[in-house]
């Protein structure tokens, strides 16, 4: 009955030395940053809080956003190229990706393509409104390319809002949760907040990233604040995520 009364602390506050496992900060080649010098803003604006290590996970979407280890890297190494510029020699950024499971991603697989983090964890997405239909069969395939399969922003996906049962069977077949930290907030809608809580709160999540796009988004983690209680779940959340991928 308390809840409402308790003193919120601002999210940024626990997120010194954060790792940023997934974020859109490569520019012009998907939905996220447009040029490099956003790119830059979008990096500056982080290191203002602590955060000075990315990994950064550009879209491979089949016909939308057909990316690869060439246009990845090309973008990543303007940044790079534009960091040592700017003398800001503390930045770390890594390349990945987040793979749409689509009926591309079993080639990509096959055919060694798929860009993991660290080697070991294949950042994947699907539609919002319903799960495609080789889904299954996709988490198989990426597990036996030894690949641990991380699903981004559980709490985005409509269709298991409705069908909450889901979330076990997913972790069941040993698929690793990320949540996004914008989620804590309305930044995406009550219904998805509550269930970014709701997922933390049954001990469900295993990594949190901050999936930004642009500085609209930067601004609103900014500007998070959460309740104690909220921030006491969330803190080992955020050390698992450093521990796993610093």
Known sequence: MFYFFQKK???VDSLENFIDIHNHILPGIDDGAKTVEESIELIKGFSDIGVKKFIATPHIMHNYYPND???IHAAHGKVLNKLLSEGMKDISLNV?????IDAN???LLENNKVMPLRNRYLLIEMSYLQPPINFDDAIQNIASHRYFPILAHPERYAFLHLNSSKFMKYKK??????LNLLSLGQFYG???QKKAHKLIQNGLIDYVASDVHNHLQLQSIKE???????LKL????????IDDFY
Request: net charge negative.
């Open 9 to 11: 602390k601002f999210l």
């Open 69 to 71: 280890h060439d246009t």
């Open 96 to 100: 990945a990706a987040e793979h749409m």
């Open 105 to 107: 991603l079993d080639y």
């Open 173 to 178: 077949k040993g698929i690793l949760f990320q």
């Open 190 to 192: 009550k219904d998805v």
């Open 224 to 230: 998070l604040q959460l309740s104690t209680s909220h």
């Open 234 to 241: 969330l803190i080992p959340i955020i050390e698992k995520t």
